[in-house]
């Protein structure tokens, strides 16, 4: 599924990429040559993952919530790489599927929105100069099939609601980022069994493969669509 290009010289960038679908992102990207920064909120922990994940991988610290964290990463990006290839937005919290709206979580919702939509959005923006500087830059929104509102009922309401979003945001980006070279799209990776996921999910580097893909389209691939496994899904 994933092209076979090497990729060394092009530098990728993912967020919460310390653990989970991040991490396993981050390693299938660096083993395609790429050299891969991973953000994550505990620079100490990060590195750690970065020296297990061997490669061209380093931690940057990134606090996506933090309000000006994101231009904080970008600007060292900047200094040192002077471009970004790949951006994969994928830091994000509160799995709610017990939940219900009716009886709202204000707390759990808000924190929702600050890391799944507004900390997405905010490092979308912080990087799209650069992105646009690589002339073929790939954003990838990590989202969910519970973001969909063709299959959404009830439960995980500030979840669902806040990959709604993430979605609505991806259609945006793909259409300011079009004349810049930079392909914008939302992926789903399917029920994963990570911390979020829990167990029974399908394997992590299953989930992760489709992230890559996103992140490795060609020039003429797709833009502002919605994917899972490379095939289209419905908003």
Known sequence: MTSH????????????????IG???ARQLAELGFTVLIGVRDLAK???AAKRLGGKVEAIA???AAPEAAARAAAEVERRFGRLDILVNNAA?????SARALRPDWTVIREAFETNVFGAWRVAAAFAPLLAASGRGRLVNVSSEGGSLASMGAGAPAYSTSKATLNA????????????GVLVNSICPGWVATDMGGPGGRPVAQGAAGIVWAATL???G???GFFRDGKRLPW
């Open 218 to 220: 060609p020039d003429d």
């Open 222 to 224: 797709p833009t502002g």
């Open 5 to 20: 290009t090497n990729h060394s010289g092009k530098v990728a960038f993912v967020t919460g990429g310390n653990r989970g």
């Open 93 to 97: 919290i509160h799995y709610d599927p």
């Open 62 to 64: 990134l606090d996506v």
């Open 46 to 48: 990060g590195e750690v």
């Open 169 to 180: 945001l991806t259609r945006i980006l793909a259409a300011e980022l079009r004349g810049a």
């Open 23 to 25: 991490l396993e992102t």
